[in-house]
């Protein structure tokens, strides 16, 4: 899929991927983050169509997860019957951000074109300063911006609340991914489009995203594998997707960011087939991690926004066998009409069956939330030895007399939060170098 091709001869595309780059064939849009950024005439031929254009409804921001150096347990009322806690993730968004955070409601529509334009300017800084030596061409130039636009666009309703926090609940054994869903609705979009374009071009892009999943290619040292570090660097974490949603997350929540990703697009250099940084420029990328550790302490694991994740996924659970949520998850035709536009349905029809997840929902716009009871800090030296509290504990631990807890009553958030690497330095998987 994904590609014309008769046997082993593709079909030559229509386009000139040299004229593709030049500005005068470009459209352009002004972004609140990078300014003016120009669209080329194939990455255009994605963006016009409705799977791309369905970024617009997922909010890039809201409820995490992901693993670190902090307990939290997070518990909410229940009406009048007592409490229910919550459980917390990983990364940027569910999409309820903005009712802790009113500014951030930006979208992934938006970041994807950030990525886009970022790994764009990545891959024509490394052309400019070793075009030769590397052999990069307008191809991989192409091919790059490619990966960047389209990285996301398998992303569901409330992003990784959907994929690490609704599906396991619904689908026992989930193995479900954003990242493979991507690339399979690459492959829709290029067919149902009848896009014309490089099939070779289609298989890297779909390889560039997949770079820092699990499902990650293998890749021979002849492939130029210092281009799959761009959009999704498996190798230590420093690629354009953290640049720009580090740097729009921050403005839109209106916190500060220090963090100066174009230091290193500037002075960054190709060595061993791997992009390396300058010696010099070490504190710079300490700041990138120490921002997204920042981000996940202040935003992203906020106790109001972890309570409105909770209520959210309690909702799509107990939406999903009338509405079908889960049913299209494999089938790119189907899933992309899937859209955090989802609550309202849910909000809007009066059937019975939704009777307790409109509930829940109508509690998210009266601001009658899970209700946030303790959190509890980990010290680093007592992580390897710490068991990770459950319900359960919960439940045991309660004095006799008042409103009696059940384990379903209550949920426990283990949420960890670290510089990517656990305990370890994430400047140790950098390779840095001198400049004499």
């Known amino acids: 899929m994904g590609a014309y091709c008769n046997g082993n001869v593709s079909l030559s595309p229509s386009y000139d991927v040299a004229s593709a780059q030049d500005p005068r064939f470009c459209k352009h849009v002004h972004d609140n983050v990078h300014g003016n950024i120009y669209l080329d005439s194939l990455s255009l031929k994605f963006i016009d169509t409705e799977q791309f254009q369905r970024l617009r409804e997922l909010k890039q921001l809201g409820a995490v997860l992901l693993p670190s150096l902090t307990l939290r347990d997070i518990i909410g009322k229940c009406g009048s019957c007592g409490c229910k806690c919550g459980s917390c993730g990983c990364n940027c968004g569910c999409g ?6 009113p500014g951030a409601v930006h979208s992934r529509f938006e970041h994807s074109l950030g990525v886009y334009w970022l790994a764009s300017q990545c891959v024509e800084k490394l052309k400019t300063y070793q075009g030769l030596e590397l052999g990069i061409d307008r191809f991989d130039i192409q091919t790059v911006k490619l990966a960047g636009l389209l990285h996301d666009v398998g992303h569901g309703p409330f992003s990784h609340l959907f994929e690490r926090e609704f599906l396991p609940q619904v689908i026992s054994g989930s193995d479900w991914s954003h990242e ?4 399979d ?12 374009v490089y099939p070779q071009m289609i298989r890297r892009v779909k390889e560039m995203i997949l770079a820092s999943s699990e499902y990650a290619p293998s890749m021979s040292s002849s492939e130029k594998s210092f281009l799959y570090d761009i959009v999704a660097n498996g190798r230590n974490g420093i690629d354009v997707d953290k640049f720009d949603y580090l740097l729009r997350d921050c403005r839109a929540c209106g916190l500060g960011c220090n ?3 174009q230091r290193l697009l500037e002075t960054m250099r190709v060595l061993d087939d791997e992009i390396c940084y300058r010696a010099k420029d070490y504190l710079t990328i300490h700041k990138m991690f120490a921002t997204r550790a920042d981000l996940y302490r202040t935003v992203y694991t906020h106790p109001k926004v972890k309570a409105i994740e909770l209520m959210v996924v309690d909702a799509l659970v107990h939406a999903n066998s009338y509405l079908g949520i889960s049913s299209n998850i494999h089938d790119p035709s189907e899933y992309w009409k899937l859209d955090d536009t989802i609550i309202k349905t849910i909000e809007t029809t009066p059937n019975q069956e939704l009777k307790e997840a409109r509930e829940l929902i109508l509690r998210i716009r009266r601001r009658n939330l899970y209700q946030f009871c303790n959190e509890y800090p980990v010290p680093k030296d007592m992580l390897d030895n710490y068991k990770k509290v459950t319900a359960q504990d919960i439940v045991c631990s309660q004095k006799s007399g008042g409103v009696t807890l059940k384990e379903e009553d209550v949920a426990v958030c283990n949420v960890k939060i670290d510089l990517t690497r656990g305990k370890h330095n994430p400047l140790e998987s950098i390779h840095f170098f001198k400049v004499h």
């Open 96 to 101: 309820f951000t903005n009712m802790v955070y």
């Open 259 to 261: 963090f100066e990703f």
């Open 180 to 183: 493979q869903m991507s690339v």
């Open 185 to 196: 609705m690459v492959d829709y979009i290029v067919d149902e489009h009848h896009i014309d």
